[in-house]
C-alpha cells in the first residue's frame, strides 16, 4: 500500500513540475538588479507578482550589466535552453549610451527574435526609447526598431522598460521621476522596479497565454 502511495505522489509532483512554465528574461543591468538586493531586482519582483497571481511560473535571470544588443545576441543560443518556454527581451539601454547605429541595433534583435522564433519559444520584447541627445533622426530610427520587430515576430510588447513610471508610454520629466532611481539616475531603486513591475506583468500574463497556445 505504501509503494502505492509513494506512486501517487511521484506521479502528482511530477506532473506539477510539468505544468511550471519557465521563462528566461534576457537583458542588461536594468534586468539583472544593478545596486539592488536579491530580492529587490526586476526578475525576483516579477515573479513574485506573478506567482500572487497563482501561476506556476519560475523566471530565469538572463541579464548581464552592462550588455548591449549584441552582448544579447551572442548569448541568446546559451539562454534558450530546452527548459525555457518563453523569453523576456530587455535590451537597448546601453546601446543607447554609446551612440550605436539604430541599424546594428536592429540586426541584432532580429537575430535574437529569430533565434527564439527558430527555438518556438514566445517573446515579451521590451522596448527602449531614446533621447534627442542624437538628434531627432537617430531618436526616430532607434525607436521604431521594438515595436516593428514585435509586429514582425508577433511578440508580446511594453514600448518602453519604464512605463510603469509615468502616465505615459515612458518617462518625460527625469526631475519628476528622481524619486524612482538609485544615485546614478539610471537604474531604478527598490520602488521604482515595483512600479515597472506593475506595468510589466499583464504583458508577461499575455506572453503566458502565448506560451499555453503553442502548448495546446
Known amino acids: 500500500m505504501r509503494k502505492v502511495w509513494v506512486g501517487i505522489l511521484m506521479f502528482w509532483a511530477g506532473l506539477a513540475q510539468a505544468e511550471e512554465v519557465v521563462i528566461a528574461a534576457l537583458g542588461d543591468s536594468l534586468t539583472q538588479g544593478f545596486g539592488l538586493t536579491q ?4 526578475v525576483p519582483q516579477l515573479e ?3 506567482q500572487s497571481r497563482d501561476a506556476s511560473v519560475r523566471l530565469i535571470n538572463a541579464g548581464v550589466s552592462g ?3 549584441a552582448g544579447g545576441l551572442a548569448r541568446v543560443a546559451w539562454t534558450l535552453q530546452p527548459e525555457v518556454d518563453g523569453l523576456i527581451v ?3 539601454g546601453n546601446d543607447l549610451l554609446r ?3 539604430p541599424n546594428e541595433v536592429r540586426k541584432n534583435m532580429e537575430g535574437i527574435m529569430r533565434a527564439a522564433q527558430t527555438a518556438q519559444v514566445p517573446v515579451l520584447l521590451i522596448g527602449m526609447q531614446a533621447s534627442n541627445n542624437f538628434g531627432t533622426e537617430y531618436k526616430a530610427d532607434f525607436d521604431r526598431v521594438f515595436p516593428e520587430l514585435a509586429k514582425s515576430y508577433d511578440a508580446a510588447f511594453l514600448p518602453s522598460f519604464f ?3 509615468s502616465d505615459g508610454e515612458g518617462p518625460q520629466d527625469p526631475a519628476a521621476l528622481r524619486q524612482w532611481f538609485q544615485a546614478d539616475g539610471i537604474h531604478p531603486n527598490a520602488d521604482g522596479v515595483s512600479l515597472i513591475v506593475e506595468a510589466v ?3 508577461l500574463e499575455g506572453l503566458i497565454a502565448k506560451i499555453d497556445a503553442v502548448g495546446e
Do not use: N, Q, V
Open 90 to 92: 530587455a535590451l537597448g
Open 201 to 203: 506583468g499583464p504583458k
Open 99 to 101: 551612440g550605436i547605429d
Open 48 to 50: 513574485t507578482w506573478i
Open 39 to 42: 530580492a529587490e531586482g526586476f
Open 67 to 69: 550588455d548591449t544588443t
Open 163 to 165: 512605463a510603469g513610471l
